[in-house]
Every structure is written in structure tokens, then in C-alpha cells.
């Protein structure tokens, strides 16, 4: 409201003549005022059109935010940009109290109830991104306790919830880890290191039933360690001082009886995998060895 006491309206003095003038005067103050008022009223009502913005009015526009006892409408604010993504966790903030809450009893339970129970009013809270959500969602219920079975082992079966699960060595194991993977090695040396074949087909690339290898790439074996096996019956190995013969049934049956009994024996080749048979075998015949592989 302009001031009207800068225009104060004249009345009659006992010594004005009665003329227009003076009778006129007051009529020209009020006049004035009238523009003076009309000048205020005129920029209050700019000023709160254009703060109705797009709106009818100013009222229309403080609907769109504010309830009718003046607080803030969360329904606008939900509307807006101001989704989680705008908010700001606790330690990106300096406002004291950033990012804490006082919860009630209900809702601190329910908060407890989801794994937290040394919970405690105030809580804080943090955003988290839909990444962290699906990967913890990933993560099984109790994903902590890590159960070990070792069969043999007393007990077999255990639980184990401790930070570090330690895989120490022995008196003749040891364990490296290499940047990307863990193995075993051997601490010390063991007597004799070899590898056992049972119950191999040799090979016979002549096909003269009688010269063969271990394989198809002649694997050395130990001395003595080669045993021959010819329709289920051992072969002895020659001995140049007593020979000794075994007596090997043909394939063939004559009234439930092997047809024929053939003497034969075998004399071995460890170096170069091989042995050779006294009397050359039929192609009906089954012949199978086992042999030990020097590992040293």
C-alpha cells in the first residue's frame, strides 16, 4: 500500500473565500491518491503474474507444490527428477546428519530382522546401485560358513567360519601358488617313483606274433617289472642259466580240451620297450602285459 499521508487532504480555513479553488482542493488530493493507488496496485499485480508462471494464478501454481497447511506435497517432489539417483549418501554430504534417520520400534525390528540385529536407532543409509542389488541377490543365505569334507578324514565332514581356511604342508607336500593357480609338489624324493600299466594290449607292428612293443611309441619299462600273458597264462622270462618254459593252450577247444599246448617263454628289451617271444603266438591267441614306468 503506497503511503497517502505524503498527500494529506486539505480542509477549509476559516479565512479562505469561498472560491473554486479552495473548494476543489481536497476533490485534487483525493484524485492524486487514487493514481498513487492505482500506480502500487498496478506493479503488485506484475509482480504476481508473473509469479503464477504459466499457471492462471499464483494460488493455481503454489497448489502444484504445497498442501493447504503449507508443507511441501511428496507426491510433486516423487513426480520431479528427485529420485534416488539425486540423492546424496552421508559422506558425500556436508549437512549434519546426512543420511540418518531416527526409525521407530516396528520398522528399526523389521531393519534387524533382515541380518543386522546390533541395529540401533539412528540409522544411516546409503543409495545403492542396481548392480550391488542383482549381485547381492546372488549371494546365498549363510554364503559365509564354508563346509569341507575330507573322506578318511576324523570327522569328515566339518564347518568352517573362520576368515582364512589354511592349507599347510606336509613332511613330503608343499604347496605353491604361481599368480593364478595353487599346486602340490613334492618335498624331498621317494624311493623308487614309477608308474604302473596293467592288463595293456602290446603292439605288434610286424605282425609276426612274436617282436613286440609295450605301445605304439615303445614306453621303456623296469627291469624285471615286465610280465607276459598269453591265453591267461604267465610267461616266464629267460634265463640264460635254467631255462624255463610255460606250457600256453591254443585257442581252440577239441572235446572241452585246448586243442594243442605250446612251450614258450619271453626275453625283454627294457630300454628300448620291447620283448620278443620264444615261440611265435596265433592271431587267435590273447596276449597281455603289465610293466612299471621309471618316473626318476
Known amino acids: 500500500m503506497p503511503d497517502l499521508d505524503k498527500l494529506p487532504v486539505p480542509q477549509y480555513a476559516p479565512e479562505q473565500p469561498y472560491h473554486y479553488?479552495?473548494?476543489n482542493l481536497p476533490l485534487k488530493t483525493l484524485a492524486e491518491r487514487d493514481?498513487?493507488?492505482s500506480n502500487a496496485v498496478d506493479k503488485i499485480d506484475g509482480i504476481l503474474a508473473d509469479a503464477a508462471g504459466s499457471t492462471a494464478s499464483l494460488?493455481?501454481?503454489?497448489d502444484v507444490s504445497l498442501n493447504a497447511d503449507g508443507t511441501i506435497s511428496v507426491a510433486t517432489i516423487d513426480d520431479t527428477n528427485h529420485n534416488i539417483a539425486k540423492h546424496e549418501d552421508a559422506y558425500n554430504s556436508t549437512a549434519v546428519g546426512a543420511g540418518t534417520t531416527t526409525v521407530g520400534v516396528s520398522e528399526l525390528a523389521a531393519y534387524q530382522a533382515l541380518g543386522f540385529p546390533s541395529l540401533t536407532s539412528t540409522v544411516s543409509f546409503v543409495r545403492m546401485l542396481d548392480a550391488e542389488r542383482n549381485k547381492l541377490a546372488n549371494i546365498q543365505p549363510d554364503a559365509t560358513q564354508l563346509t569341507v569334507e575330507f573322506p578318511g578324514a576324523t570327522p569328515?565332514?566339518?564347518?568352517?567360519?573362520?576368515?582364512?581356511?589354511?592349507?599347510?604342508?606336509?613332511?613330503?607336500?608343499a604347496w605353491a601358488w604361481d599368480g593364478t593357480s595353487i599346486s602340490a609338489g613334492v618335498v624331498g624324493s621317494f624311493t623308487n617313483p614309477h608308474r604302473h600299466y596293467y592288463n595293456l594290449q602290446p603292439y605288434n607292428p610286424s605282425v609276426d606274433y612274436q617282436?613286440?612293443?609295450?605301445?605304439?611309441?615303445s614306453t621303456?619299462?623296469?627291469?624285471?617289472?615286465l610280465r607276459v600273458f598269453v591265453n591267461g597264462v604267465r610267461l616266464p622270462q629267460y634265463d640264460a642259466l635254467n631255462t624255463v618254459y610255460a606250457y600256453i593252450p591254443s585257442s581252440t577247444f577239441s572235446g572241452g580240451q585246448p586243442a594243442s599246448w605250446t612251450q614258450n617263454y619271453f626275453?625283454?628289451?627294457?630300454?628300448?620297450g620291447a620283448?620278443?617271444?620264444?615261440?611265435?603266438i596265433s592271431s587267435g591267441d590273447t596276449i597281455t602285459i603289465d610293466f612299471d614306468e621309471d618316473l626318476s
Not at 626275453?267 to 628300448?272: A, E, G
Open 267 to 272: 626275453t625283454p628289451d627294457p630300454v628300448n
Open 220 to 225: 621303456a619299462f623296469m627291469t624285471d617289472s
Open 21 to 23: 479553488d479552495y473548494d
Open 35 to 37: 493514481v498513487l493507488i
Open 59 to 62: 494460488a493455481d501454481r503454489l
Open 275 to 280: 620283448f620278443s617271444l620264444y615261440t611265435p
Open 211 to 217: 617282436t613286440y612293443y609295450t605301445n605304439n611309441v
Open 156 to 173: 569328515a565332514i566339518f564347518g568352517y567360519t573362520n576368515p582364512t581356511l589354511t592349507v599347510a604342508d606336509s613332511g613330503t607336500i
